[in-house]
């Protein structure tokens, strides 16, 4: 597979969404990384990603991943992306 809809990556974020509500944080991880493997092989810029890699975070920081957590946020700080994205980041 050569390109993934952005639609498979959008469910996969959803699908990382609920698991880091019900507190499973290694399928959190899981489906944050999925998302944000399947935005690439749709060449969705990095700033569409922000919410995967937030959820990545997030899942890496309640599975004690502290340092791989401020790698994954430092990455969020350094993408560019467009004025009214930045503020809100």
Same mark, same amino acid.
């Given at each position: 597979?050569?390109?993934?809809?952005?639609?498979?990556?959008?469910?996969?974020?959803?699908?990382?969404?609920?698991?880091?509500?019900?507190?499973?944080?290694?399928?959190?991880?899981?489906?944050?990384?999925?998302?944000?493997?399947?935005?690439?092989?749709?060449?969705?810029?990095?700033?569409?990603?922000?919410?995967?890699?937030?959820? @990545?975070?997030?899942?890496?920081?309640?599975?004690?991943?502290?340092? @791989?957590?401020?790698?994954?946020?430092?990455?969020?700080?350094? @993408?560019?992306?467009?004025?009214?994205?930045?503020?809100?980041?």
């Amino acid at each position: 597979m050569t390109e993934a809809p952005l639609w498979h990556a959008d469910a996969a974020d959803i699908a990382a969404r609920a698991a880091l509500i019900d507190g499973d944080l290694h399928r959190a991880l899981h489906q944050a990384r999925q998302a944000c493997a399947l935005a690439d092989l749709a060449g969705a810029p990095g700033c569409y990603t922000l919410t995967y890699r937030t959820n @990545e975070a997030y899942a890496l920081m309640g599975l004690g991943a502290w340092g @791989e957590a401020i790698t994954a946020l430092t990455g969020i700080g350094a @993408e560019p992306m467009p004025p009214h994205l930045r503020e809100r980041v």
